[in-house]
């Protein structure tokens, strides 16, 4: 059984965090709520979400998975406004999900979940040392500028290991940004310097609250992770997003 | 002689309600206002649109006909904000229409109105037994939703007469919309039921003020009827919508 | 030396100024301020930019002269809201250009000037009798109405040479707007009637307020100049547009 009441907004939150990674997705629920894992085709960026029962007007499910078009529910969610319910409702026998927003009944075909990319299991035991909390503004203005110059963007805490800095080298130009302690909510130091895709990070990006802390954790040409609540604490985003090789 | 102030708000509204259809019409006047009516190439979609002297600033015309490129027409008075006045005069002589917008003043050359599609009778005498009452905003949500899954969309009264209903069935998802006599603002039941082009019906919306009353008369496979208000009441729209051949 | 800091919309207004006719162009400063001097690739739209050194929070710069890439640094400036602060800093010998917004280091390489096209001087003794100082609003309505109708404008004043006029004329339609002393904020009597290609005085239009008085400078077959200030008086434009040769 599925059947579950949430404002649009959460749901929208919800859809879009995994959105930015994947087409498809397939969707945990229990008691404790929904969880979806997803990696993108090339197995650089996976996120992990979770979403708690609080974050329902009403929850009530058996434990179970459904395979979604994530494309296809965001539209659907897109044409509530934020403050509206969207009811969810799962047809056991048709595999079927029901979905309602104020008298319009949308009966959306799920996909099967064997038909959708395994899994990731994000690895919690990552040596990243470093750990920074910033505004998802500040996260917004180091891509767009780093996208201007490159297609790739350098993460990492300067020698001095308290300031925390983003930079991104093109042909002729270059961009560089750096927070201290008094820019970033919190700094934790240690060593850690890695070169990502800018377009993956753009992409996460999008669906980072501007207004929101973000913990991001880094390394020595490791991962990187990021952290955020969405549906006001009641859910939680992790990206993790795989290091390139740095060439110099 | 055709000699016109009219607010640019209630001219745009006239205009569009036509372009949604046609891109060219013929434009009668006589001293109860002016009138057009339009049918699309493929004979499918109808308008009847009337505009009354009261909708108008000053209005001193002789009976009399114009043929206009309505898209033409539309940027002009596009140009205009809501609350200014157009000033409309037409030269006999040069068969031109001088539209004046606050000292700019744009010649328009007319077309032959016998270079203009047949203008439609609106058959008044259909059987159309079921008669709701909708506002505009309830048209735009069951369209857009339906626009997700079909070309087509089918609108009538259930077996018990007393809900009005929108449904659209795609290959693997379906939309469905209920709307009963608390949702609507007046139901006259009566059998119906009939399946329409939603591009047709996208185009019409588009010109429906969400905030409208919008009238809508059905029968069993007949064409669909809806009449709203413009001007604040000085005119009115009739579309008329033919059906199209249920497959099942 | 070169060292200085503006406010971002500032910066934005001079460079969309000039950038509405060229992708790159010399700035040359002194301790009076700035100058850009451009030409088009064509030679019919010339600018002349001065900005003042009170037009900026910090000015402290030996004369000299960088070659920019517009576009580029059109795109930088954007990422600053309207009353942040733009950090400019010449570092000579590397040749390029160190920009800081709020933390954000930009650092942009620089054009040889010797490539970059011979900067236009513009006449200042040009038989220009005529003279109106109209809003840039308006200059908006008359541009966009001829350009639904033509590729060319026609500025002037009528015989009387108490009304200027713009018009345009389309193969069935035509434009016209008249302006006297009521509407323009004021006019100097004088011979004047001249055509130019309404692509350049389109561009020109971009970059000009709305709410922002023009002095245009007026003759028979002669250039247009149009000056206006940006920076709350702080700075100065002036285009110059050459007149097409009239074929009636």
Redesign the interface.
């Known amino acids: 059984m599925f059947n579950a009441i949430v404002r649009a907004d959460t749901l929208q939150a919800t859809l879009d965090s995994v959105g930015v990674l994947v087409d498809e997705c397939k969707i945990h629920f229990d008691d404790a709520g929904l969880e979806i894992r997803a990696v993108d085709p090339a197995n650089v960026g996976m996120v992990d979400l979770t979403l708690d029962t609080d974050a329902f007007e009403s929850f009530e499910v058996d434990e179970g998975l459904i395979g979604v078009d994530l494309v ?1 529910l965001q ?2 969610a897109g ?1 509530a406004s934020g403050d509206q319910l969207v009811h969810l409702e799962l047809d056991e026998e048709t595999r079927k999900l029901h979905i309602s927003i104020d ?7 799920l996909l099967d979940p064997e038909s959708i990319r395994e899994e990731p299991d994000l690895p919690e035991d990552l040596d990243l040392p470093a750990n920074i909390v910033i505004e998802g503004r500040d996260i917004d ?2 891509v ?2 780093a996208d ?1 110059v490159s297609d790739h963007i350098e993460l990492g805490l300067d020698d001095s290991e308290d300031v925390f800095y983003v930079a991104a080298e093109g ?9 201290d302690n008094d ?1 970033l909510i919190d700094l934790v130091s240690g060593p850690a310097s890695s070169l990502f895709s800018l377009e993956y990070l753009k992409n996460m990006n999008k669906a980072i609250p501007k207004d929101t802390e973000v913990t991001m954790e880094l390394g020595e040409e490791f991962p990187v992770k990021l952290h955020f609540d969405i549906a006001e604490g009641e859910g939680a985003v992790t990206y993790m997003l795989a290091p390139r090789i740095q060439s110099n």
């Not at 008298?103 to 075909?109: A, I, P, Q, R, V």
């Not at 042909?171 to 927070?179: A, F, G, K």
């Open positions: 296809r539209d659907i044409m008298g319009l009944e949308y009966t959306l075909g203005r180091a767009k500028a201007m042909d002729t130009d270059d961009v560089h940004l750096e927070l820019d």
